[in-house]
């Protein structure tokens, strides 16, 4: 791998993290504004601020994929892509139980990793980046 791919790889890698911990934080809230205080409009406002933030992924991506090597763009892209397109028809369903369910598989338990993260973790195992920065 190249001193370019390894240093976009690593900068996307750290945007991916950064939108991972945003998500965690808008569940979070949503779950306290939801149970703590029982306010379904804060709730469905951060659930909807979860899908807007996955479906910007591709395009918060672009500009790192476009320094890579051409296939492992074309993977990475296909995957953003589809947490992209899943946010989206959640949006379009206007579905609280799919809006909440995004990133979580139906084996999904409480403390294990969501696909976003898993994801981070197999581009950190896939494309090693050691010194890119």
Do not use: C, H, W
Request: charged share 35%; net charge negative; no cysteine.
């Amino acid at each position: 791998m190249k001193k370019d791919d390894r240093s976009s790889i690593q900068k996307l890698i750290l945007a991916l993290e950064a939108a991972a911990q945003e998500i965690r934080i808008l569940e979070a809230q949503g779950k306290k504004a939801l149970f703590s205080d029982d306010d379904k409009e804060a709730y469905t406002r951060k659930l909807n601020e979860k899908a807007f933030l996955l479906m910007d992924l591709p395009e918060m991506a672009a500009p790192f994929l476009e320094k890579m090597e051409r296939d492992a763009a074309r993977d990475i892209r296909f995957v953003l892509n589809d947490f992209a397109r899943r946010a989206g028809q959640a949006m379009e369903l206007s579905s609280l139980f799919y809006l909440s369910a995004l990133l979580y598989p139906d084996d999904y338990r409480e403390g294990d990793k969501n696909d976003l993260e898993k994801f981070i973790g197999s581009l950190k195992e896939t494309y090693p980046t050691e010194g890119a920065l």
